[in-house]
């Protein structure tokens, strides 16, 4: 098949893993690009980072206070 699509069977074999694992194509069939794949990952990194700098800014503000 592989060769009947022009294709190296490495290529088709890794394109069947990901179609099983659901990746990495985005709503219906269309491929997303490298930059789409990465959103949600940048997401959630944004998410934690945010998370992290509210824990940090709270402890700053409660030192504070004590040192007065």
Do not use: C, Y
């Given at each position: 098949?592989?060769?009947?699509?022009?294709?190296?069977?490495?290529?088709?074999?890794?394109?069947?893993?990901?179609?099983?694992?659901?990746?990495?194509?985005?709503?219906?069939?269309?491929r997303?690009?490298?930059?789409?794949?990465?959103?949600?990952?940048?997401?959630?990194?944004?998410?934690?980072l945010?998370?992290?700098?509210?824990?940090?800014?709270?402890?700053?503000a409660?030192?504070?206070?004590?040192?007065?």
């Amino acid at each position: 098949m592989a060769k009947e699509w022009g294709l190296v069977e490495q290529t088709l074999r890794h394109g069947g893993k990901a179609a099983a694992k659901g990746a990495p194509n985005g709503v219906g069939n269309r491929r997303m690009t490298p930059e789409e794949r990465k959103l949600p990952r940048l997401q959630a990194e944004g998410g934690r980072l945010k998370r992290a700098l509210e824990i940090v800014m709270k402890a700053a503000a409660s030192f504070t206070k004590d040192a007065w």
